[in-house]
């Protein structure tokens, strides 16, 4: 669904960001991109939906160039930015406005969406919190049925029970014909809602793994000391004692803790390379 061929760019010529990267993003999953801020993720992303074109190599999404921003790619998109801006209209106002725009927009779904996150709906929009709103775009978003959506940042201004929302109605909405791609440095606001991880640095893509392959190559577990044994990937203090990742070597199964996989590939990156360059 959406391929990068020996993609290149940059902002400055004398720095390139990115240069022959090589990357595939298939329908039906939930892919988590991370990075720190200037990592490059807004980059791609930028790429893919084409507000910004290659130096170097191709993008391809639904079979389209992104840059030519023909109708029939931009109805089949949508983007949750991180800074939602919201007209000052009631919700009817808006849905039946920017809902015209997309073919598979569901009136109804869309309804369903903003009851379970709790978003009123007599309201003018531009007067509800920060939180309200970026709830209220996910819904819509939700209902556009676009084969593609990036959201980027979608949990900033959410507390935690309509984070636990979020993470609810994403898994309830999937499908083999859908790409998901969260785009966001808190990273554990993905646990178990995404099932591909995309972790990148200063334009280089440092893991690119689901999530059973990576269980199935590291395991993570808590322990009362710091570790000393040679297979130990990282370790850093937790509740309970250390939280250690290892090296899988007796095919335990442990739950992916997202937070120190995105540690250990920043912190030590060769070791995360080492350790899936036969998978």
């Known amino acids: 669904m959406i391929n990068f061929e020996n993609f290149s760019f940059n ?36 790429n893919i939906t084409g507000l910004n074109s290659p130096i170097g190599g191709k993008v391809r999404v639904n079979g389209q160039n992104p840059s030519n921003k023909t109708p029939s790619f931009l109805r089949d998109i949508y983007i949750i930015p991180d800074d939602v801006y919201i007209p000052a209209i009631g919700p009817d106002s808006f849905l039946k406005i920017y809902g015209s725009f997309y073919p598979n927009f569901s009136l109804s779904r869309c309804h369903e969406y903003l009851e379970l996150l709790e978003v009123p709906h007599k309201r003018k929009l531009n007067r509800l919190s920060f939180g309200q709103q970026k709830k209220f775009i996910i819904a819509f978003a939700l209902a556009c049925n676009t084969r593609l959506l990036i959201m980027d940042e979608p949990t900033n201004g959410l507390d935690i029970p309509s984070k636990g929302l979020f993470r609810k109605l994403i898994a309830s909405v999937t499908s083999r014909n859908k790409t998901f791609i969260v785009s966001t440095h808190q990273v554990r606001d993905l646990d178990n809602m ?29 322990q009362p000391e710091s570790p000393n044994e040679s297979n130990a990937i990282h370790s850093e203090s937790s509740v309970g004692g250390y939280s250690v990742m290892r090296e899988n070597l007796d095919n335990t199964d442990t739950e992916v803790n997202i937070e120190q996989l995105f540690n250990a590939c920043i912190t030590y990156p060769d070791k995360i390379r080492q350790i899936f360059k036969s998978a």
């Open 194 to 222: 995404i099932d591909h991880v995309l972790i990148v640095k200063n334009g280089q893509l440092l893991l690119n793994r689901n999530i059973s392959e990576i269980s199935e190559k590291i395991t993570f577990q808590v």
């Open 11 to 46: 902002y400055n010529k004398k720095a390139p960001l990115y240069r022959d990267l090589n990357l595939n993003l298939e329908p039906g999953k939930i892919y988590g991109l991370l990075g720190r801020n200037g990592a490059g993720k807004s980059t791609l992303l930028n």
